[in-house]
């Protein structure tokens, strides 16, 4: 044992050596390198910068991988895989899957931690195209298959129901960033049943999600200042549903899957937070009515969420550069 | 003032970014009065910012006095509109506003139902955080060839903007969202919303009834920009033309609140 460590500390100690007189090489006079000290000196280099950028490069598209072979007006439905709490951890998935559901339309599920075109999740394949963003892929199905989930709504009706998907959307959404990435990225590692090695993956994403915080605006409150904005939303979405059974009356409409969506995360993936107080106690018709789709729309949670899968940190890098 | 707008300009351009801002404030103030930072007029619209329009808007259906302060420094979460208030910096519209409705006791809601204060949460979102992307990204990408005239920045500016600050911008918007779409797409967002406004306001004078309240000095923000701003693009069309009654509504509320438009944006000749 000893022999074997005194070989690993003889053998640091040179690679040290070699890379310390490599860089004063690179600094004296780099045409007089040699190839050894080249590669010394370029391999950690390129190593470091391939993760920096993988994790902090911006405004890149995704190159997404399409099946080879797909059955024309098939809807392959991607996503990252089920997790304890919940069948998919980005409210967005779980408001296109519930739409699939409500709007009968058949779908193969793919789970996979790969992004979308647009580098987000979740995306859908379709007669041999990829398509990103879950509002402009329940447009494009509705055209496809004829479907409309709002046709017994007014025109008044529509816009509120509008308005109400885009708030839950675009403001209470990124209270949830903030707190799942900013105030509380340990619970993640329970959440995504991750080792400390996906957490590092996942601080280091934290970079991005800073980024995208900063440039909506939410980044620049306070953690007070947020938990008042979200409240303020959650309130106005209780308030507006009142004792119906859905948003919009009766029947569940389009608006339905989107505030599902978002609901099911404050109701679930938020364990202990502020979040989950304001549905439980605060405001518990939500509660109720994320009850309510739950059964209706997802008699399998408990199953799909047995069935969950850790997050694959190999998954997420190959899918940035492979 | 294009000093300040130069000196603004390189401050952003070069800035590391998520830093919140050290302002600049006063040394001498009136307890009570609130100092409103907005950027200057121009010949369009009193303010090329749509939530200071709100902002000032608010504050004159709320009548609380104000003194403007014209200038292109941000506030303390490097935003536009801000305000100085008993010694204090506040960013943030939203904020500033729920501030002085506790601090000067407005209710612009108070004949309103729990639900339809509700909806007026929900449009007020809508139209800041949806429609209002649309408009950065119709103006900064779209037309930003225009905003030279918008802005009425000279040249030197101008050129900062384009070779430093462009790229600033697309970035910020590929973190938001709205920069991950192509322009059709966006255009057919911003439509989408603007239909929603269109169809809930129908026949009625303002967006919650007879009387104007909080939400319609909101939608009246992000309106203006795109009712009286950049004639080339699409959403002048739509707010225009498309939809005829939001141009109605617009010129309502100028008419009702900003009697003295012309004579800001210097049109009275």
Request: charged residues 25%; hydrophobic residues 40%; glycine residues 8%.
């Amino acid at each position: 044992m000893s022999e074997f460590l005194g070989n690993t500390q003889g053998a640091l100690a040179a690679l040290y050596e070699i890379l310390q007189t490599s860089v004063l090489q690179l600094f004296a006079d780099p045409t007089q390198l040699s190839p050894n000290q080249s590669v010394v000196v370029a391999a950690p280099a390129m190593f470091v910068g391939a993760v920096l950028w993988t994790f902090w490069s911006g405004q890149r598209r995704t190159k997404v991988k399409l099946r080879a072979e797909f059955t024309p007006g098939k809807v392959y439905y991607h996503a990252p895989p089920p997790l304890k709490v919940i069948p998919c951890h980005t409210p967005f998935g779980m408001k296109l899957e519930t739409y699939l559901r409500m709007a009968d339309i058949p779908y193969e599920t793919m789970y996979s931690w790969r992004m979308g075109p647009k580098g987000k999740i979740p995306w859908i394949e379709y007669n041999g195209e990829a398509m990103g963003d879950s509002g402009l892929i329940i447009e494009f199905l509705n055209r496809e298959k004829g479907v409309d989930l709002n046709q017994s709504l007014s025109e008044a009706d529509k816009a509120v129901s509008r308005a109400f998907t885009k708030m839950g959307e675009e403001n209470t959404y990124w209270g949830g960033v903030r707190n799942r990435w900013i105030d509380n990225l340990d619970q993640m590692q329970e959440l995504m049943e991750v080792s400390w090695i996906g957490m590092l993956l996942l601080r280091s994403l934290r970079v991005k999600r800073r980024r995208n915080l900063w440039a909506h605006g939410m980044g620049r409150h306070s953690k007070d200042e947020i938990e008042g904005i979200v409240e303020k939303d959650v309130k106005a979405i209780s308030t507006f549903l009142g004792t119906k059974p859905y948003l919009m009356g009766d029947e569940p409409t389009e608006a339905d899957a989107a505030v599902f969506g978002q609901l099911s995360e404050v109701c679930c993936a938020f364990p202990g937070s502020y979040m989950e107080r304001l549905v439980t106690v605060e405001y518990p018709n939500l509660q109720a009515y994320f009850n309510r789709m739950k059964d209706r729309y997802w008699p399998d949670w408990g199953e799909l969420t047995k069935t969950s899968v850790p997050l694959s940190v190999i998954e997420v890098l190959s899918s940035q550069y492979l | 003032m294009s000093q300040g707008i130069a000196a603004t300009a390189v401050r952003w351009i070069f800035s590391r970014g998520q830093k919140g801002s050290k302002v600049a404030l006063r040394a001498e103030f009136t307890p009570g009065k609130v100092y409103l930072h907005v950027t200057a007029p121009v010949k369009t619209i009193p303010c090329v910012a749509p939530n200071a329009m709100k902002l000032e808007t608010y504050l004159r259906m709320a009548e609380i006095p104000y003194e403007p302060m014209y200038g292109w420094g941000v506030g303390p979460k490097g935003k536009i509109p801000w305000i100085e208030y008993n010694g204090e910096a506040m960013g943030d519209s939203g904020l500033i506003i729920e501030f002085l409705n506790r601090e000067k006791g407005v209710d612009l809601n108070q004949s309103l139902s729990d639900a339809d204060k509700a909806v007026s949460r929900a449009f007020t979102k809508m139209v800041e955080e949806n429609t209002y992307w649309g408009l950065a990204r119709n103006r900064w990408i779209d037309h930003f060839d225009k905003l030279q005239q918008l802005y009425e920045i000279p040249w030197s500016v101008m050129f900062f903007l384009k070779y430093f600050g462009l790229g600033k911008a697309k970035q910020a918007m590929w973190n938001q969202g709205i920069g991950r779409h192509s322009t059709e797409e966006v255009e057919g967002i911003m439509d989408t919303d603007l239909k929603a406004i269109s169809c809930f306001l129908g026949t009625k004078p303002y967006l919650m009834g007879d009387d104007p309240t909080e939400v319609d000095a909101a939608v009246f923000g992000q309106l203006s920009e795109m009712c009286y701003c950049i004639p080339d693009s699409y959403l002048y069309r739509i707010v225009n033309v498309d939809y005829p009654n939001l141009q109605a509504y617009c010129n309502r509320i100028k008419d009702r609140y900003w009697p003295d438009w012309d004579q800001l944006t210097g049109n009275n000749a």
